[in-house]
């Protein structure tokens, strides 16, 4: 058996924290090996180990069958072990060449020789397939171009082995497809690669072998040709895992939400939002479908009153929301579960309970006159925290506190009690494991049978097929197409994600 | 982690100890005895009613001092001006006391509030620079300072006295001095202005742990996005904050103009009873009663300095040395809470 | 009095009240380049003014003709350690790197006060008696018009100020050092998986910043207050930072700006020798250049251009 690499019994600890507890992964020269797991099973600390970026409490770790201590990426690099990060490790004002020869760069005299940097980064990206523009910013290209980068970086340090770290959450289903070409390319050329991923479709398609983790533990390594994508998630996650949401016919009523023509600038004054319709009507949940950059944050930010709207109209049961105050817009019935629950769910620093109350501390009951009345606060706090199955010590433990899964509970316990006409979701599930999903899935499924109207957006497909009523593809701006969740395909939608238009005529409201 | 329950006491604590500790290290080291140098500054400051009465007129600005940069700081601001408002503040009590003849319940609580408007508006600049240019305050306060030493100046010589170095004295019926407290007290300079400072201690308590705007200052400062996007208005309250704060450092001026001195003179440098308040500030870890005990903490370690130089030939300025350390060693805090932790692995 | 004559008298004592501010400054730069807020600067000057003043009057009568050079040698040195302290707290111990910048300027002030008491028994030093000389730059002085003006009857340690800021943009911009030091402050984690020592190379840039620091008080001390007291440095260290931020984290910006604060600073000595400044009073002299530098942040909006990283201490591991 020709193993490339070896760790054999790796644990690691953050404190009493296990993150990888005696965990093997043996991976054969040449091949594509996926490390699968959900999120923070383990999977990523487990490479971080092998990338040097941290060391473990025990273990072994083999390298081409020898014993090795990989003590910082020094010595991975050396050792031809090269990492492409899932966050891009580049520096924003530096050039793509910059950024591949950072840390060893070519010298002339004592200064860096740019120009033999730029030829051999041009050299390197014709031989791999790998397009790049040696001298422009980072900050200036596209992301597709930025994970090339990050492939760069690998291969100027002579990387045999290249680890990829859920490389495709950024990419649309055709690039995906281009990434997985690269790879194939890259074993063609002798390199082996470990894949962090837990998208089962991509590890059917491209892998030839598959370990399992599951909560720090690795469960087993099978052949990717022997098992399928069922027994795979019933391994990553400990028991049957249904695919589909239960849910009934949704009995949309009266349009709630009505976009016309929407306009929404930029830092750059380029339209974001070009000219965007969208319809959500009570009783249903609407999906938007796109990648990541396409106006859909910007879209959230202006109905929400976070982005000022250059010009159309955003209407709520027929009042006029545009432009309006964050506060005034939820005073008007507009709830609100952020992409970024950190940075505008909550604020960590204040107890939970006081959390509950963001949006309505200055009404009454839970103040007067401008002073806070903290048993009325705290009242409502319990009895969300309990209708909401929040686990916490109690409701004056900090929200920091709280793990990720519960303080996403918390956040859409505030905003459903405040009882809105539209709830929008941005990103409601990210980062969460199985069982906070399904809860909150649940929760607006529930939400949408009460017959308020419900806005998800996602960048994670599976969920906007799954649980929408509508899908509406956002692309440049606009929304390009609106399909029945049910008689749609992922193939369809990443076409239309990707800017191909629909045979039928034009877009629907 | 249990550490973390007690931390919020001990880690001052500790800081302290530590100062006081490399503080005879360096009396050591530079040829003085600490033991004697330490009974000195207790001495200096408690040692009798002159001394008692001394200390406690030296906290009374320093906790204003320090309310006004706690109240910053809660709010996610560093006011370093403190030094500013509190020079401009004291010039408005003055100027107020010096220039009307009221009755005492009238001329005292104006000249306060003279006081208090000055120091809220030179604050208020910064506060506006940050909020709408994201000038960072720091930098701005620490100009403003200079600017308001050498205005004042300008001022008392040619408003205030006539190219003189001093103003008149405060009417009487702007004084917070009083012969009953200067009676028990040997005739020291305590005068009523303690009072003003606890009264403003409460007031910032209250203001910030139980109204809706403290509520709004709090989130501020820890999250502006999620303020905002809870409906809040960012900028507004960032201003606030620092006016308020300005207002505290103001009053704390007016407590120097109408108390300790009852009139103003041409200063060649800054008092440091501003710096000093950063520092109380972070040992009372932002709070107003922590504010309030590490005020009574600085204000014993500075009149108690006085003593050194002539019974333990110690200079005053080991007790600036001193603070220093302290503030060190509270920033440093990951650095004593891993202390703490290791220790109670130990102990198990 | 002439235009030119006014010139004469503004320009030369503009560049040399610059000069501490530009060697300042370009300290702050390689400081918060590698991502380490340095409000300490200040008290760095403190250092380096003591330590320049106090070396110059103890071996004056040894030392001779060398005597400031080596007391700013020494000034700089002294400023690297001492910086130490910021450096272990801010980025060993994870402290708040204002707060600490600011203790680090108590402790200065506290401690060197302390230390001319005990030294000389009062509380301040002597007048030095050896200083900088000056100079005429061979060829440039023979420019007309500009010669005289820029390159002439300056002090070497002012020019040595302009050449150096032009050698610390070449560091920065052009060798790998300085590639490595701008990508921890702007992204440490990418820095750190390229196989960069995060903490080492901050602690480099603070320390550097604490030997210009140093040069600058020594200087400042040297040239233009001649002796040490509580209020030889008053905001020259702020100054500083701020042309550093005027002049967005580049070494020629921070120069610049620098030029410019040392010709406001300059104004309001030389004023009243200037017939058209002689009626205004002293006091708007005295603010010009506070009042001048709030207004370039304001103007040039604020911290923009920070390296981004800048203020945050580095975690190893954290996601």
Request: hydrophobic share 45%.
């Amino acid at each position: 058996m020709d193993y490339v690499i070896e760790m054999l019994n790796i644990r690691k600890e953050f404190g009493s924290f296990v993150a990888n507890d005696n965990i093997t992964l043996q991976v054969k020269k040449g091949e594509i090996h996926a490390l699968l797991g959900e999120n923070g099973a383990g999977k990523s600390t487990l490479m971080n180990v092998l990338f040097g970026l941290y060391q473990p409490e025990g273990g072994e770790i083999r390298v081409k069958g020898e014993s090795v201590k990989i003590t910082d990426p020094n010595v991975a690099n050396d050792l031809g072990i090269g990492m492409v990060h899932q966050h891009f490790m580049l520096v924003d004002t530096f050039s793509v060449t910059e950024n591949i020869i950072l840390g060893s760069e070519p010298k002339k005299g004592g200064k860096i020789d740019i120009k033999k940097a730029e030829a051999d980064v041009r050299a390197l990206s014709e031989q791999y397939g790998l397009a790049v523009d040696p001298t422009a910013k980072i900050s200036d290209i596209s992301v597709g171009m930025q994970q090339r980068v990050e492939i760069l970086k690998t291969l100027y340090r002579g990387a045999e082995i290249l680890i990829f770290d859920e490389p495709t959450a950024v990419l649309t289903p055709q690039e995906i497809q281009e990434l997985i070409q690269i790879m194939k390319a890259l074993v063609n050329e002798g390199k082996s690669i470990i894949l962090i991923t837990h998208k089962l479709k991509e590890i059917m398609e491209v892998c030839d072998r598959v370990t399992v983790i599951r909560r720090g533990k690795g469960i087993g390594t099978l052949n990717v040709s022997d098992t399928n994508p069922t027994e795979l998630a019933e391994l990553m996650v400990g028991r049957e895992v249904k695919f589909t949401t239960d849910k009934e016919e949704a009995k949309p009523t009266e349009p709630v939400l009505e976009i016309q023509n929407l306009v929404v600038k930029d830092a750059r004054h380029i339209n974001t939002v070009d000219g965007l319709n969208l319809t959500v009507r009570a009783g249903e949940i609407v999906g938007i479908a796109g990648v990541d950059g396409n106006g859909q944050s910007e879209l959230i930010e202006a109905i929400t009153g976070l982005r000022k709207a250059e010009s159309g109209s955003i209407k709520l049961n027929g009042k006029e929301l545009i432009n309006l105050s964050p506060r005034k817009i939820t005073e008007t019935g507009v709830g609100h579960i952020p992409q970024d629950r950190h940075k505008h769910g909550l604020v960590l620093d204040f107890p939970i309970g006081e959390n509950m109350v963001l949006q309505t501390y200055y009404q009454e009951p839970f103040s007067k006159n401008g002073i806070l009345n903290f048993n009325q606060i705290y009242d409502k706090a319990r009895k969300l925290i309990e209708e909401y199955d929040v686990r916490t010590p109690d409701e004056y433990t900090k929200a920091r506190a709280l793990s990720g899964g519960n303080q996403q509970k918390a956040i859409i316990g505030r905003e459903v009690d405040r009882n809105p006409d539209l709830l929008i979701a941005a990103q409601p599930t990210r980062g969460l494991d199985v069982g906070a999903i399904e809860f909150i899935h649940k929760r607006l499924i529930e939400q949408r049978d009460q017959g308020k109207a419900v806005l998800l957006l996602s960048f994670e497909l599976d969920e906007v097929m799954n649980v929408s009523d509508r899908i509406a593809v956002i692309y440049e701006g606009k929304i390009v197409a609106i399909v029945d969740s049910k008689e749609t395909t992922e193939q369809e939608l990443g076409l239309l994600m990707a800017g191909s238009k629909k045979k039928e005529a034009g877009v629907t409201s | 982690m249990n550490v973390g329950r007690f931390s919020g006491v001990l880690i001052p604590l500790l800081a302290v100890v530590l100062g006081i500790l490399v503080g005879s290290i360096v009396m050591l080291v530079s040829g003085y005895n600490p033991i004697e140098g330490y009974s000195a500054l207790l001495y200096g400051a408690f040692g009798d009613p002159y001394y008692i009465g001394e200390t406690i007129r030296q906290v009374t600005p320093y906790i204003l001092a320090g309310l006004a940069v706690a109240f910053a700081f809660r709010t996610g601001l560093f006011n370093i001006g403190v030094e500013g408002q509190l020079l401009v503040g004291w010039l408005a009590a003055v100027w107020v006391g010096v220039s009307f003849e009221l009755p005492k319940v009238i001329h005292l609580p104006l000249a306060i509030l003279a006081a208090a408007a000055a120091g809220a508006l030179w604050a208020f600049i910064p506060g506006i620079l940050k909020a709408r240019f994201k000038v960072h305050e720091v930098i701005v306060t620490i100009m403003m300072n200079y600017i308001a030493l050498h205005v004042t100046n300008a001022i008392i010589r040619s408003v205030l006295s006539d190219k003189g170095f001093k103003s008149e004295k405060v009417h009487e019926s702007a004084s917070l001095r009083s012969d009953f407290l200067q009676s028990i007290t040997d005739y020291s300079t305590l005068h009523y202005g303690i009072i003003i400072s606890l009264i403003g201690a409460v007031v910032m308590w209250f203001l910030l742990e139980k109204t809706t705007k403290g509520y709004e200052l709090r989130a501020v400062g820890f999250n502006q996005h999620a303020s905002h996007y809870a409906g809040m208005n960012v900028n507004q309250n960032i201003v606030l904050a620092m006016v308020i704060s300005g207002a505290f450092a103001g009053v704390a001026g007016a407590m120097e103009g109408l108390g300790t001195f009852e009139n103003i003179s041409v200063k060649g440098g800054f008092t440091g009873v501003g710096f000093d308040g950063i520092a109380v500030a972070l040992l009372g870890g932002n709070t107003a009663i922590g504010v309030v005990l590490a005020a009574i903490l600085f204000g014993s370690l500075k009149i108690g300095a006085l003593e050194m130089p002539s019974s333990a030939g110690v200079p005053v300025e080991l007790v600036d040395i001193i603070i220093a350390l302290i503030i060190f060693f509270v920033a440093s805090s990951y650095l004593i809470r891993l202390i703490l932790t290791r220790l109670k692995k130990e102990g198990k | 009095m002439d235009f030119l004559t006014v010139l004469q008298i503004i320009i030369p004592s503009a560049i040399f009240f610059a000069a501490p501010l530009i060697f300042t400054a370009l300290g702050g730069v390689f400081s918060e380049r590698s991502g380490v807020v340095n409000i300490g600067l200040e008290g760095l000057m403190v250092i380096g003014a003591f330590v320049g003043i106090v070396f110059n009057l103890t071996f004056a009568d040894s030392l001779g003709e060398l005597t400031p050079w080596l007391a700013v040698f020494v000034a700089m040195i002294c400023g690297a350690i001492f910086s130490l302290l910021h450096a272990v707290a801010s980025i060993s111990f994870r402290a708040d790197q204002v707060v600490s910048g600011v203790a680090i300027n108590f402790l200065a002030i506290g401690l060197t006060l302390f230390l001319v008491k005990k030294i000389y028994g009062k509380g301040q030093t002597d007048q030095i008696q050896v200083g900088f000389d000056k100079i005429d730059i061979p060829l440039l002085s023979d420019i007309p018009l500009i010669g005289p003006l820029f390159f002439a009857n300056g002090y070497i340690p002012s020019y040595i100020a302009i050449a150096l800021a032009f050698i610390v943009w070449y560091v920065i911009y052009k060798t790998p050092f300085g590639l490595r030091l701008r990508s921890v402050g702007e992204h440490p984690m990418a820095a750190d998986t390229m196989g960069i020592n995060v903490l080492k190379m901050r602690y480099i840039g603070v320390m550097l910043s604490g030997a210009l620091a140093g040069i600058g008080g020594g200087v400042y001390a040297t040239i233009i207050s001649r002796d040490f007291t509580h209020a030889t440095i008053s905001g020259q260290g702020f100054m500083a930072l701020a042309a550093m931020i005027f002049g967005k984290w580049h070494p020629l910006g921070a120069m610049g700006a620098a030029l410019f604060f040392g010709f406001a600073q300059s104004l309001s000595i030389v004023g009243q020798s200037i017939p058209l400044l002689k009626d205004v009073p002293t006091v708007y002299l005295l603010i010009a250049p506070y009042v001048l530098t709030i207004l370039a942040l304001t103007g040039f909006i604020g911290r923009a251009d920070a390296p981004k990283a800048l203020g945050i201490p580095y975690i190893k591991g954290k996601r």
